[in-house]
């Protein structure tokens, strides 16, 4: 079944690459996506672990749609799963993405605060703001690296559920800067190639300081 060979091939890269809170969050959930789950099931027994629930959507929604889940502490998951000949990589997000790449980090307080409070943010923008933020959530959500114990790993969801861009990502082919709020809000957002460019926090609690400095941040890049 494709989902166990994601499971079984995902479960072997990420060792050495994912941050500790990512395995840690996954170690509370995995009884639970040992198969394709059911999201009805899969939400109930989530939210008594995280206080999160699943909504089940068709595939890429609006980004309206997508962050008012998010805001409201309701996250999106696909209703299909990738076919056989695209278990490295698919740019579009599927069950696997959703479950495997989001779910275990939402155990995890910091990043589920970080997660619902950039959402909240993101839907009171709009125009330039609403930029910067998009670009935010993509280098941290999705594609976000950090420091642990001096390597670096990833915590970015299209990294942990790819076993091909994960490989990418922590080799010496993309530029990974710094983080920077500058750099990173102007940065465009690319969801259909690997990153050329990453951006690394120092650590994974740094997330818990770009909280702090959100609101005041929006400013200074207006």
Not at 3 to 26: K, P, S, Y
Not at 37 to 57: C, G, Q, Y
Not at 153 to 167: C, D, N, P, R, V
Not at 179 to 194: G, P
Request: hydrophobic share 40%; with cysteine.
């Amino acid at each position: 079944m494709i989902w166990n060979q994601l499971l079984t091939r995902q479960l072997r890269v990420i060792e050495g690459r994912a941050c500790r809170e990512f395995i840690t969050g996954l170690q509370a959930i995995e009884h639970l996506i040992q198969s394709f789950p059911d999201i009805e099931n899969l939400s109930e027994k989530f939210e008594k672990i995280t206080n999160w629930k699943l909504a089940p959507v068709s595939g890429l929604v609006e980004s309206e749609e997508y962050f008012t889940h998010l805001a409201n502490r309701e996250f999106p998951i696909a209703n299909f799963l990738r076919d056989l000949d695209q278990l490295d990589y698919l740019a579009e997000p599927d069950a696997w993405h959703d479950v495997f790449g989001h779910l275990p980090l939402l155990t995890n307080p910091t990043y589920s605060k970080f997660v619902e409070t950039i959402s909240q943010k993101i839907i009171l923008t709009q125009g330039v703001q609403r930029q910067y933020l998009d670009s935010l959530y993509w280098y941290t959500v999705e594609v976000g690296v950090c420091q642990e114990n001096g390597q670096r790993k990833a915590y970015g969801a299209a990294l942990l559920s790819s076993f091909t861009e994960i490989q990418d990502a922590l080799s010496e082919k993309p530029k990974v800067h710094p983080f920077d709020w500058q750099l990173v809000t102007q940065s465009a957002v690319k969801i259909d190639e690997f990153q050329n460019n990453l951006f690394e926090i120092s650590s994974f609690n740094f997330l818990e300081e770009l909280m702090k400095q959100l609101d005041r941040a929006v400013l200074v890049t207006c």
